[in-house]
């Protein structure tokens, strides 16, 4: 697995995506919703490479980077990549987060856990 990971981090990293600070290291403890309702843990992915992706709607350059992020996604989705995207876009339901129906890879509707500062998006 460590190959596959210095692998997904070389990519990310050529997408122009931030490759992640602690590689390898602990998850952060968040649970989360996705749409379906299906809940997990970053915990339920140990061992597997996990990209977590900020996004918001307006935003131009995530709209710009989804379609490279999903691409990337089908490609090694058969390896055990997973990608959760995560809206900063305030919502209708109060929930703070917004959808896309083309994005392929699971969207967290309620993330629990500490706090991450989003500093700017896109952000992965």
């Known amino acids: 697995m460590r190959r ?6 070389l990519a990310l990293a050529a997408l122009g995506l931030h490759a992640p600070a602690t ?11 996705l749409i379906g309702g299906q ?3 970053l915990g339920d992915l140990r ?3 996990v990209v977590i992706n900020y996004w918001a709607s307006w935003c131009v350059p995530c709209r710009e980077e989804i379609p490279l992020l999903a691409r990337y996604y089908r490609q090694h989705l058969s390896q055990g990549l997973v ?3 995560i809206s900063v876009d305030p919502g ?5 987060q917004a959808t896309a129906s083309i994005i392929p890879y699971p969207q967290a509707t309620w993330v629990g856990g500490p706090d991450i500062a989003v500093s700017a998006v896109p952000m992965s």
């Open 83 to 85: 990608v959760i995207g």
């Open 47 to 49: 061992g597997r490479v």
């Open 92 to 96: 209708a339901d109060g929930q703070g």
């Open 23 to 33: 590689a390898g290291g602990p998850g952060i403890p968040w649970q989360m919703t």
């Open 4 to 9: 596959g990971l210095r692998i997904a981090t």
């Open 39 to 41: 809940r997990m843990t």
